[in-house]
């Protein structure tokens, strides 16, 4: 085991949000005020073209489906509502700037958003079918699942290639390459980073115990919903975080979801119908 690192030591220092913090921020000044409209919301969010674009184009595409096309950011936010288009943008801001740069060596980054894009995809779709609301949550849990093994490969780059070393050598799953490494996996640090930024607890515990839902206390529904779509998204082969292996399902998460295997079908054409249409909207800036 790895003497040389720890979880803090991981995740102190890294920048929050980048520059999209900013517009976080002036959404919040806007909503602290009560009086306040939709249309000033958008009217911060259209300063950056780029977000603004990214926005309709996903609202336009099949992750939604909306039957009438949105022409403006107002639009967007009506129907998608306010704290889900923050926590898209949040999203958006972890995928482009917070991990540029990660070593080809450690983990081919196309694969790497990929596959978490489809596990978010995959969420999302499994809360719709529960009839949650705010499903946009769990597209943004299972979009950050993975995000603790980033941490590593940029903070730690040695240590990651002595897990992948080990991990191959010893034909076992990549968690368990972590844990014998360093003493801890990728959801410790992952715990860690999303305190740091302020994420919910729902979100933190769903991410925190994706290998391990029925541990989430009251958080097992999230949980178990980001480890399905783990699942579903591995057995799919829809990239890969630098995991080879299919870890095995909690058949306990897969009853506390009360899923049926005859939805899986039709679950994995609607997975791959909207992988296509977020992967336009986001993975052009990989």
Request: hydrophobic share 45%.
């Amino acid at each position: 085991m790895s003497q040389s690192i720890t979880i803090s030591s991981l995740t102190d220092g890294l920048p929050k949000l980048g520059s999209y913090r900013g517009i976080l921020e002036e959404i919040d000044l806007v909503l602290s005020n009560h009086q306040s409209t939709i249309a000033e919301v958008g009217e911060v969010i259209e300063k950056d073209p780029a977000v603004t674009a990214r926005l309709l184009k996903l609202a336009n595409s099949a992750f939604y489906g909306f039957p009438n096309r949105m022409e403006t950011v107002p639009d967007a936010i009506s129907l998608i509502g306010i704290q889900q288009v923050q926590d898209l943008i949040s999203a958006t801001t972890i995928i482009i700037e917070i991990f540029d740069g990660v070593s080809p060596d450690l983990v081919n980054m196309a694969s790497f958003w990929k596959h978490s894009l489809a596990c978010g995809v995959a969420a999302r779709l499994l809360a719709i079918n529960h009839r949650l609301p705010k499903p946009e949550k769990y597209f943004v849990t299972g979009l950050l699942h993975d995000v603790g093994r980033l941490v590593l490969y940029t903070r730690a780059p040695d240590q990651a290639q002595q897990v992948f070393s080990l991990y191959k050598n010893k034909s076992v799953l990549l968690r368990q390459a972590e844990f014998e490494v360093l003493g801890f996996d990728h959801t410790e640090i992952a715990e860690s980073l999303l305190k740091s930024w302020s994420f919910p607890a729902n979100l933190i515990h769903g991410v925190r115990h994706h290998h391990s839902p029925m541990g989430a206390g009251g958080f097992q529904r999230e949980a178990a919903m980001v480890h399905v779509a783990d699942y579903l998204i591995n057995v799919m082969q829809l990239g890969s975080s630098g995991e080879s292996y299919i870890p095995p399902l909690n058949l306990a998460a897969w009853d506390r979801l009360n899923l049926s295997p005859d939805m899986l079908e039709s679950l994995m054409d609607a997975i791959d119908e909207q992988i296509l249409a977020v992967e336009q909207a986001f993975m052009q800036h990989v």
